[in-house]
């Protein structure tokens, strides 16, 4: 087989490897130590790109990806690095199943390839129609929109936000009215669809700068003036208890002043793309939930995957985005998108049944019966959920709801596996980019527990690039299990 020339200068490390998965030896650690053996050849290190790259921080600044932060996300310059290396050319199709701000789709667009993609949340969905509309946005009258902002204070509405019980007083009461004010007034300008669109992307966009709240991976945070810090907090003092500290977020930005600025930069970036288009190529935004949705796409069609999925580290996208979720009236909805979601908070509930019934309403059920099978007699995940049970019974397990979420991480994960090989067609290359994680002293090697269920449904492992900077784990974890650096990793399979 071809070895993929990915990255000049990359050394391969042995070292990489571990040397134990159980802290103190606790549990059984044999199965995952030979997942670490077996695909030791693959492992390799590069300085070639680093966490900038894999992250959203890359994409902060670049023209379009920089209209929505996304914070999962990984940045534009890696997909064009992967779908360079991976020799995907204009004709091919591409697929990122689990697309967030569809920073894959855009990639493509601009490299003129056809992508498609699959994702679940609303605001996502808004970013991609508006960003992908770059090219046909009328600037003048982008610029006619910007010279009203400055000259008009649109009038006050009695249209309050719909908050969701965890968004309530997430705004100074100004910032709110205005923020409805904008909303609204824009419905009611003589302009295009199109420039309307992006001023809802706009908006939303700005929500959390112009809030009390601030995200922070698996946590809206809150700052201690937002009124449901301050009732909270003089509850507690009236029970004896110590006041919960909030975040400062110092001076916010006044709503009028970070939409001119917003906007500003936006007519700047289209007027940078106008002058030089992509050839033309088409992308299309799924929206749904990846695990009904691949098994019913036709086999054989896509050339090459890009995708990063959640990390199994307790990440709710479902709280960190309810602003802008509630903002685009997502109300009791919101509990399905939270359930719906690849598993990998405590909250989530399986999916196997839901699983197994889609299966068979679509003459699949042998089909997911192996499948399930793959997951089910896999020695590494069966080592690690032993593991975590037994750690659970010593106390050192702080929810029981990692347990499900580990287990049906990797479940739900397999079934993704088996759809994309199903999927793409022969000589596809498939990469994922994960880290790895550790619950209660026991390390979970993500990267190749997901190459060795990868490799059970039909792919052949190619690559494991790991990041030269390791990831360290929660300060929970630190305190009582001692420092661990984990893998961040892009893993490499192809369908032969
Ligand atoms: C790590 S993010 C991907 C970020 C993306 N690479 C980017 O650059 O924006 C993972 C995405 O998977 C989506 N997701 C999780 N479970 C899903 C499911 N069952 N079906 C569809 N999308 C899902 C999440 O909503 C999230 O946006």
Redesign the pocket.
């Known amino acids: 087989m071809q070895q993929l020339s990915f990255f000049q200068d990359t050394k391969t490390h042995k070292n990489l490897t571990r040397n134990s998965f159980s802290h103190n030896s606790v549990c059984r650690e044999d199965a995952r130590m030979a997942l670490d053996e077996r695909y030791s050849y693959l492992l390799e290190e590069t300085d070639k790109f680093n966490r900038q790259l894999v992250s ?1 921080q890359a ?1 902060k600044t670049e023209v379009l990806h920089s209209w929505m932060k ?1 914070r ?4 534009a310059s890696l ?1 064009e690095l992967l779908l360079k290396e991976l020799e995907v050319e204009s004709g091919d199709v591409i697929l ?9 789709l855009l990639e493509a667009k601009m490299m003129g390839i056809d992508a498609v993609g ?4 609303p605001h ?1 969905h808004l970013a991609w129609e508006a960003k992908s509309r770059a090219f046909d946005y009328d600037l003048d009258e982008l610029r006619s929109v910007r010279g009203l902002i400055e000259q008009t204070i649109p009038p006050e509405i009695n249209a309050k936000f719909q908050h969701l019980t965890i968004t309530e007083t997430a705004f100074p009461p100004q910032a709110e009215k205005d923020l409805m004010a904008y909303t609204y007034w824009f419905e009611t300008l003589d302009v295009s669809q199109n420039t309307k669109l992006l001023c809802k992307l706009i908006l939303t966009s700005l929500l959390e700068e112009i809030s009390y709240t601030r995200k922070d991976g698996q946590y809206l945070r809150w700052d201690s003036r937002a009124d449901k810090i301050r009732n909270n907090n003089e509850k507690r003092i009236a029970q004896g208890k110590k006041p919960i500290s909030g975040i400062n977020k110092g001076v916010l930005p006044d709503v009028k002043q970070i939409l001119l600025e917003a906007l500003n930069r936006i007519i700047i970036h289209t007027a940078k793309l106008q002058r030089d288009p992509p050839p033309s190529s088409r992308q299309n935004l799924i929206e ?4 009904y ?1 691949l098994p019913t796409m036709p086999a054989n069609q896509f050339a090459a995957v890009v ?5 199994a580290n307790r990440y709710d ?1 479902t709280r960190t985005y309810a602003l802008e979720l509630a903002y685009l009236g997502v109300d009791d909805e919101i509990f399905n ?1 939270r359930q ?3 598993s ?1 908070t405590v909250e989530n509930k399986p999916k196997v049944s839901k699983l197994e019934a889609h299966y068979q309403t679509i003459g699949q059920h042998n089909r997911y019966k192996q499948i399930l099978n793959i997951v089910q007699s896999n020695d590494a995940l069966v080592e690690i959920n032993t593991a975590l049970s037994k750690r659970n019974e010593r106390g050192d397990v702080n929810n029981r709801g990692i347990l499900t979420m580990i287990d049906q991480y990797f479940t ?1 994960l397999t079934f993704v596996f088996a759809e994309l090989y199903r999927v793409c067609h022969s000589g596809a290359g498939v990469v994922f ?1 994960n880290d790895n994680v550790r619950y209660a002293g026991e390390v979970i090697p993500v990267d190749t527990l997901s190459t060795n269920l990868a490799e059970q449904v039909g792919f052949t492992p190619h690559k494991i690039y790991v990041l030269p900077q390791r990831k360290g784990n929660s300060s929970q974890q630190m305190g009582k299990f001692g420092r661990e650096a984990l893998r961040k990793s892009i893993t490499i399979w192809k369908k032969l």
Do not use: K, M, R
């Open positions: 959203f994409n996304y999962e996300g990984f940045s997909v990122d199943p689990f697309a967030g701000s569809a920073t894959t699959i994702e679940l949340l996502c749904g939930n990846i695990l949705t995708t990063s999925p959640p990390y996208y998108l719906d979601q690849l990998c739900e980019v």
